[in-house]
């Protein structure tokens, strides 16, 4: 019988989810939006669970953009307090089962306390190997972008791809692989502006499946999904 893709040496590396819908699930269940992002929580868990059993060794999940400042300042600040109260509660669980954790983006406007909360995580998980988390908080792959041009204008140097690249996880906080599979829950088809030089060949995963209810399951099916498309890189496909 043939092995499944899952299960071979070239599963996939890295995957990286826009996370939506939570504000939606918990409004079609009379609830105040941020029971949502607490039931989005649980998604979380079970996909940082799931992820190293399908073959990912990086997961890179887009939490806060920085276009969410614009929601409103009450939702803001309970979406930080359940940042800073899973960050806080976590990372026992990570070290046993191998989960180092990398959050990037902005720092300068988060709480000083969610700070605090992320660099305690962050610290507490530096010698885990087994998969790599990355949360994406006060994120723009604009502004990303735009740190890594300033830098290489500042360096006088010809923007080459291999060190632009090099700068940009410099501005990111490092550097991580391409994305293999991008996911966006909730039924919107767009990136929002959230990995967009990473992503450049990545293979594009919509389902309308609310966040909260996005399972190991669901994942799986991405991840076959995945496997049965022909990445080419603008080349012919091989011929058989």
């Known amino acids: 019988m043939t092995q499944s893709p899952l299960h071979t040496e070239t599963s996939v590396q890295h995957v ?23 039931a989005g929580v649980e998604a979380v868990r079970r996909l940082i669970a799931a992820a190293p059993k399908l073959g990912v060794g990086t997961l890179t999940l887009h939490s806060f953009s920085s276009g969410n400042w614009q929601r409103p300042p009450e939702e ?14 976590e990372p026992t669980m990570w070290i046993g089962s191998g989960v180092r954790l990398a959050v990037f983006g902005r720092r300068d ?11 305690y995580a962050e610290s507490a998980t530096s ?8 949360l994406a908080i006060d994120y723009s792959a604009r502004h990303a972008i735009l740190d890594a041009a300033r830098c290489l204008n500042a360096a006088n140097s010809e923007a ?14 490092e550097a991580v692989p391409e994305v293999d599979l991008l996911i966006r ?34 994942l799986g099916e991405a991840l076959k999904e995945f496997h049965l498309r022909d990445r080419r890189y603008g080349a012919l496909a091989t011929a058989v």
């Open 76 to 89: 803001v600040e309970r979406l930080f307090g359940i940042f800073e109260d899973f960050l806080f509660a």
């Open 109 to 119: 406007r988060l709480p000083g306390t969610l700070l605090q909360t992320i660099e």
């Open 185 to 218: 829950t909730g039924g919107e088809q767009r990136l929002s502006d959230f990995m967009l030089w990473e992503s450049a060949y990545a293979e594009l995963y919509f389902t309308p499946r609310l966040w909260p209810d996005f399972t190991h399951e669901d």
């Open 160 to 173: 080459e791809e291999a060190q632009f690249t090099r700068l940009l996880g410099q501005a990111e906080g």
């Open 16 to 38: 990286a989810i826009i996370m939506d819908g939570s504000g939606r699930w918990a409004r079609a269940r009379g609830l105040a939006r941020p029971e949502g992002h607490r």
């Open 127 to 134: 010698g885990c190997q087994r998969l790599h988390l990355r």
